[in-house]
């Protein structure tokens, strides 16, 4: 951990925890306070796993899950999730029943819902690159229906809208604390088994207005030597930015100026604040579920 610049968001006295051990792919955690639990995905053990908080155990979620990915809350306290295996965003609801966001554009497949995330407005927005048809290890290997990969958003009436920007593959994504600004990061360095840095490995950063319309999108931060995957914001703004290859969470500022790093012993997928206040900071990592304390707070 680069201390010297994390000394306000993170102590020297605070060390990384290994909470759990076993998962092949672990990704997508998310905060679920009324249950106390972080619940993440195993995508290549197409599965989903919960860690409780109070008692420290932890089950199957959902096995099997259709190769789930993504997960967050929306305002209500409803899990919504990123399956990969069929291709689709869908919604847990409170009676158990599964109301599905968005499985297709133009009455075409998505190509693998991959992070999502829920604005100020309660509009659902979402990635969709391609990991999830690339093989079939993180879902069922398939030809593109889309003309690229994209980014989505899904109103209160569910008219899905693509938005007008390029990626070579969006991944991971995180809105400010005020909603006006959305951060998404393209991972387009990376395919199964390769990593090419003439590729895209960096993040975008979107100002919205009120209607949550587009005003202006550019390059937030460029990922050195490595490639963004999930990410999350603390109460201030910070972006945490998980980077799988350099198997670090880079750190920055809202102004994008960079503030340190935390080292991760694996490859680093994704990470939520959740806990206590949500001071704690839960990690994905390979085969790992990871916690460190700090001294900030997640929405």
């Known amino acids: ?51 409780n908080v109070d008692t420290l155990e932890v089950i199957d979620y959902r096995n099997p899950s259709d190769f789930n990915n993504g997960n967050c809350t929306d305002h209500e306290g409803r899990i919504i999730r990123c399956q990969h295996g069929l291709r689709r965003v869908i919604r847990e609801e409170k009676n158990g029943e599964i109301t599905v966001i968005a499985d297709n554009y133009n ?122 995957d999930g990410m999350t914001v603390d109460v201030n703004g910070n972006l945490f930015v998980c980077d799988p290859k350099g198997e670090k969470i880079h750190i920055f500022e809202s102004s994008s100026n960079y503030i340190g790093y935390i080292n991760i012993p694996e490859r680093v997928a994704n990470c939520t604040f959740g806990g206590e206040n949500k001071t704690d900071l839960y990690i994905t990592a390979s085969t790992s579920l990871f916690r460190i304390k700090t001294l900030t707070q997640g929405l």
């Open 1 to 51: 951990m680069n201390n010297k610049n994390l000394k306000n968001l993170i102590s020297v006295d605070f060390k990384l925890e290994k909470l759990y051990s076993g998962t092949i792919w672990a990704e997508g955690p998310v905060w679920l306070e009324s249950e106390r639990l972080i619940v993440w995905s195993d995508v290549k053990s197409n599965k989903m796993l919960s860690y």
């Open 107 to 228: 009455d075409k497949k998505l190509n693998s819902p991959n992070d999502v995330a829920v604005s100020k407005l309660g509009n659902i927005w979402f990635t969709d690159p391609p990991y999830g048809i690339l093989t079939n290890q993180e879902g069922h290997k398939s030809e593109s229906e889309q003309d690229g990969n994209n980014l989505f958003m899904v109103d209160k009436d569910f008219k899905i809208k693509k938005i007008n920007a390029k990626f070579d593959k969006p991944n991971g994504l995180a809105f400010s604390p005020n909603g006006k600004y959305l951060y998404v990061a393209d991972s387009g360095a990376a395919n199964p088994g390769n990593f090419d840095l003439s590729r895209p490995h960096n993040i975008q950063v979107f100002e919205l207005d009120d209607e949550e319309n587009i005003i202006s999108n550019k390059i937030f931060a460029e990922i050195n030597d490595g490639f963004p």
